[in-house]
């Protein structure tokens, strides 16, 4: 039996939802992680300082008993989104980081940005006072392939902004692709990438070989395998820009197996088993520490976790439920397609 004992570990990209869905998922990831950054595409988004703090009331309140789980709220950004407003909410602890969402790029995101030129005043503001932007880097234009528009985000969107404001600090949300691995670790300064966990795992064959597979579909979509191993090499290095947002999204069966299924992947529950795994194929477990636990604090200026969490290699697959039942519905969790054998405690 091999076991690891890291610094609990933190989620820097985290999808929490509302209501129902939030009491169900939410004791799924404060089992395992002491903080998550939460993400504001609800409907309607979380737009305004005021409506930051009364989602963190309504997480809070949500939480199991004796739990002391810390959601680390962000803005949603629109084109009307007040500076002096989001000064405030960071000068006052309340957020740690505004999303861009290209309008119309993923799940709850027609509130997004169309016009860069709208947003320069909130991200000039934010360039100021060190505040991050964490982007979903995806363009949205009908005629650019879905399997390309992370890289043309990049070119067209990202780099032009960055050289346009380059003290603002930005966080490539769920990289999927080398162009965004090469980007990153070509940048001296102010950018890092969060990747999740099943982009380490799964490519589009996974998702689209021997039948569809709804529970893989997510945005961006999974690549081709030498985007993987990309992602794999850069996850598993110890490098400090990169670190762990499990973009855990859940859904609920009926809404993710119909003719027009959401994208999103649930990972919640079996994160660090799967990490795990990962890092010990590539015989880095050494450096999980780093990618769950150290380099998402050191970017967000923020204190590592005092506590710990031992995971534990067993002799037989651990069972982790298919499904997690929620008010609203059943939401089915990642299956990485193979036994896990790690458990976190
Ligand atoms: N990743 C996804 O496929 N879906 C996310 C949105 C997002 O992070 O893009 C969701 O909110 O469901
Ligand atoms: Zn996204
Ligand atoms: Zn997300």
């Given at each position: 039996m091999t076991s690891l004992t890291i610094r609990r570990p933190d989620d820097w990209h985290l999808h929490l939802r509302d209501g129902d869905m939030l009491r169900g998922v939410l004791p799924e990831t404060s089992r395992d992680f002491a903080r998550a950054i939460v993400m504001p595409n609800l409907v309607p988004p979380v737009?305004?300082?005021?409506?930051?703090?009364?989602?963190?009331?309504?997480?809070?309140?949500?939480?199991?008993a004796g739990s002391d789980f810390q959601p680390l709220?962000?803005?949603?950004?629109?084109?009307?989104?007040d500076p002096a407003d989001v000064a405030a909410a960071y000068a006052d602890g309340l957020i740690h980081a505004v999303k861009l969402y290209p309008a119309g790029a993923t799940t709850n995101s027609a509130s997004g940005v169309k016009d860069i030129n709208k947003a320069m005043p909130v991200l000039e503001k934010m360039a100021e006072i060190g505040l991050p932007m964490c982007v979903h880097g995806e363009v949205t234009d009908a005629d650019v392939d879905?399997?390309?528009?992370?890289?043309?985000?990049?070119?067209?969107?990202?780099?032009?902004?960055?050289?346009?404001?380059?003290?603002?600090?930005?966080?490539?949300?769920?990289?999927?692709?080398?162009?965004?691995i090469d980007y990153i670790s070509e940048a001296?300064?102010?950018?890092?990438?969060?990747?999740?966990?099943?982009?380490?795992?799964?490519?589009r064959n996974h998702l689209l070989v021997g039948g569809i597979k709804p529970h893989y579909y997510c945005l961006p979509v999974a690549k081709r395998e030498e985007h993987r191993l990309a992602l794999r090499s850069a996850a598993t290095s110890g490098d400090e820009r990169f670190f762990l947002g499990t973009d855990s999204a859940p859904h609920t069966d009926p809404n993710k197996l119909c003719d027009c299924g959401c994208a999103g992947v649930f990972s919640a529950t079996n994160t660090m088993a799967c990490l795990a795994h990962v890092f010990e194929e590539e015989n880095r477990l050494d450096n999980l520490e780093a990618f769950a636990s150290l380099n998402g604090p050191a970017y967000y200026k923020l204190p590592v976790n005092e506590g710990?969490?031992?995971?534990?290699?067993?002799?037989?697959?651990?069972?982790?439920?298919?499904?997690?039942?929620?008010g609203e519905g059943p939401v089915t969790l990642f299956d990485p397609g193979f036994p896990l054998y790690w458990s976190a405690s």
């Open positions: 737009v305004t300082a005021k409506d930051a703090a009364a989602y963190k009331d309504r997480i809070l309140a949500a939480l199991p709220m962000t803005l949603y950004l629109t084109e009307t989104t879905i399997f390309d528009r992370e890289a043309v985000f990049i070119d067209t969107k990202l780099d032009p902004l960055r050289r346009r404001l380059p003290e603002l600090r930005v966080v490539m949300e769920h990289v999927t692709t080398s162009d965004g001296e300064e102010n950018l890092a990438g969060t990747i999740t966990t099943h982009h380490l795992i799964i490519n710990t969490m031992t995971l534990t290699k067993q002799d037989s697959p651990v069972a982790y439920p298919k499904t997690i039942e929620t």
